[in-house]
């Protein structure tokens, strides 16, 4: 079965800082998508990062950079320099198998900026 | 704006009661889905629909019922609700092939 892990409930960084969330994932497909979003209090669902399993580059937007360990089924999001406004829950999440390509979470990992 | 519209917002609805949630997207996709977050967790998937008329059921799907009668709508209905059913739920909605996900900004149910 498809499954995401995310095993940091919370994390701590000092602003300034950078922060490694952890995500593992387990699928038996050889095509998959991996994704990273960030829920603020307010609660919408932001999208920061896309990986292809087949990409051979880490993926990277700005702040966010995505280290994609294939071999170990990991893909771990690192945001560099954090900031205030990054204290947030973040979700892991996998397209699904089969035609109807839905995301597959994890539970998240609340993240608080100290400054 | 161009997205995913979800209403209401907000709603308190009391045991045995029924509602429609509501989820209208104008970008044209194909593909939407409904969700469900519960306190401290990720999201699970009731239904979802691969296109107008095409509908299926996802992990959690008792209690609720879907129809797409058009592209653009995809309405989830709560009949006889029960406190189970407290959640936030999330429309969500993708276009053909690796494209991304573009999320409503969600509803939150009370059942008392």
């Known amino acids: 079965a498809q499954k995401i892990t995310q095993t940091q409930p ?37 999208f920061l990062i ?16 995505l280290n994609f360990q294939k071999a170990r089924k990991s893909a771990n999001l690192v945001i560099s320099a954090s900031q205030l406004g990054d204290s947030a829950m973040y979700f892991c999440a996998m397209r699904g198998r089969g035609s109807q390509g839905n995301l597959i979470f994890g539970k998240g990992t609340k993240l608080s900026v100290k400054p | ?35 469900r977050q519960d306190p401290g967790m990720g999201l699970k998937l009731i239904y979802y629909s691969v296109g107008a008329g095409i509908t299926d059921k996802g992990e959690v799907p008792n209690g609720y019922n879907v129809s797409r009668s058009t ?17 936030v739920y999330f429309c969500a909605s993708r276009t053909w092939g690796t494209g991304g996900y573009t999320f409503g900004s969600g509803t939150r149910l009370t059942v008392v």
Request: charged fraction near 20%; hydrophobic fraction near 30%; glycine fraction near 6%.
């Open chain 1, 10 to 46: 919370g994390m701590f960084v000092q602003e300034k800082e950078a922060v490694t969330l952890d995500c593992t994932y387990d699928t038996s497909d050889p095509s998959y998508g991996l994704f990273w979003y960030k829920q603020p209090s307010s609660g919408e669902m932001i």
């Open chain 1, 50 to 65: 896309y990986q292809g399993s087949y990409d051979q580059q880490n993926a990277t937007e700005g702040r966010y950079s």
């Open chain 2, 1 to 35: 704006n161009a997205g995913v519209t979800q209403t209401p917002k907000f709603r308190i609805l009391k045991i045995g009661q029924s509602m429609t949630l509501q989820c209208a997207q104008d970008m044209n996709h194909n593909y939407m889905y409904w969700y």
């Open chain 2, 71 to 87: 592209t653009e709508d995809f309405p989830l209905r709560l009949e006889l609700a029960a406190p189970s059913q407290t959640s």
